[in-house]
């Protein structure tokens, strides 16, 4: 699994459906044009909404991976 | 830009199972740039209370599951067979099943109706109160959360009428 670099990162783990996203949100908005958000989260519905919630905002999904039960996601703000 | 895309959705339902879906998809629309508005109207309408004392009935819904909010995993997934005459006639049961979903739901990582609420707020989300709805059931301005605009049926259809997304929840 590649490290990527992050600007600033966000644990969602033990939350569920929707306050994942909505936690994303809100951190993506306090971040600059181009930063990186790292989101760890264990909601299993994270997997599809958070590639739906960057297709929408138009914030970019870089990287997704799992690691027992642990999703990480990687955001760029567009 | 281009034009947000507009969600509308009327919440007529107060048990605290019918509460949740209004607040979690206007505020799950903000964080996704879109507009939300959520017309309150007959038994939703004490969702805007500044405190919400919603409670569910298992006796008016078959399906809902009995869950039990503590012991081992297995103990949690089974699924009490509750006859319907002790869920309508144990008093206190729906008190009781009341506090078993908040829990359950707490346990799960599931927000509070109070915390979407808020959520929804900070989003911008437009709680409308249906002004017949308060004059029928005698609720006043000052027993609601701020920030709520008051109105009826043509004020919800201005601006469902422009929505790609009408909910009647």
Same mark, same amino acid.
């Given at each position: 699994m590649s490290e990527i670099a992050s600007n600033a990162e966000l644990n969602c783990q033990g939350l569920n459906c929707p306050l994942p996203i909505l936690k994303t949100k809100k951190a993506v908005d306090g971040?600059?044009?181009?930063?990186?958000?790292?989101?760890?989260?264990?909601?299993?519905?994270?997997?599809?909404?958070?590639?739906?919630?960057?297709?929408?905002?138009?914030?970019e999904l870089i990287e997704h991976s799992e690691q027992g039960g642990v999703h990480t996601f990687y955001i760029r703000k567009k | 830009m281009a034009e947000p895309k507009k969600l509308a959705i009327i919440a007529s339902q107060g048990t605290l199972d019918w509460a949740y879906p209004p607040f979690i998809l206007a505020s799950s629309a903000a964080a996704m740039d879109m507009e939300a508005v959520i017309f309150f109207t007959f038994y939703g309408l004490p969702l805007l209370k500044k405190e919400i004392d919603a409670k569910v009935s298992p006796h008016s819904n078959p399906a809902m599951p009995m869950k039990m909010?503590?012991?081992?995993?297995?103990? =949690?997934?089974?699924?009490?067979?509750?006859?319907?005459?002790?869920?309508?006639?144990?008093?206190?049961?729906?008190?009781?099943?009341?506090?078993?979903? *908040?829990?359950?739901? *707490? *346990? *799960?990582?599931?927000?509070?109706?109070?915390?979407?609420?808020?959520?929804? =707020?900070?989003?911008?989300?437009?709680?409308?109160?249906? =002004?017949?709805?308060?004059?029928?059931?005698?609720?006043?301005?000052?027993?609601?959360?701020?920030?709520?605009?008051?109105?009826?049926?043509?004020?919800?259809?201005?601006?469902?009428?422009?929505?790609?997304?009408?909910?009647?929840?």
């Amino acid at each position: 699994m590649s490290e990527i670099a992050s600007n600033a990162e966000l644990n969602c783990q033990g939350l569920n459906c929707p306050l994942p996203i909505l936690k994303t949100k809100k951190a993506v908005d306090g971040m600059q044009a181009g930063e990186v958000l790292k989101v760890t989260a264990t909601d299993p519905g994270s997997v599809n909404d958070m590639p739906s919630w960057a297709k929408r905002t138009g914030n970019e999904l870089i990287e997704h991976s799992e690691q027992g039960g642990v999703h990480t996601f990687y955001i760029r703000k567009k | 830009m281009a034009e947000p895309k507009k969600l509308a959705i009327i919440a007529s339902q107060g048990t605290l199972d019918w509460a949740y879906p209004p607040f979690i998809l206007a505020s799950s629309a903000a964080a996704m740039d879109m507009e939300a508005v959520i017309f309150f109207t007959f038994y939703g309408l004490p969702l805007l209370k500044k405190e919400i004392d919603a409670k569910v009935s298992p006796h008016s819904n078959p399906a809902m599951p009995m869950k039990m909010p503590f012991g081992s995993k297995e103990f =949690q997934n089974f699924n009490w067979p509750i006859p319907n005459f002790v869920s309508g006639n144990v008093p206190g049961f729906d008190s009781m099943a009341t506090m078993l979903m *908040k829990e359950t739901f *707490k *346990k *799960k990582g599931v927000a509070t109706v109070e915390q979407l609420r808020g959520m929804c =707020q900070e989003f911008g989300v437009r709680f409308i109160a249906c =002004q017949m709805t308060m004059e029928v059931f005698g609720f006043e301005k000052e027993e609601f959360i701020d920030g709520v605009e008051y109105g009826g049926a043509a004020m919800f259809l201005e601006y469902a009428a422009d929505a790609n997304i009408s909910l009647f929840i």
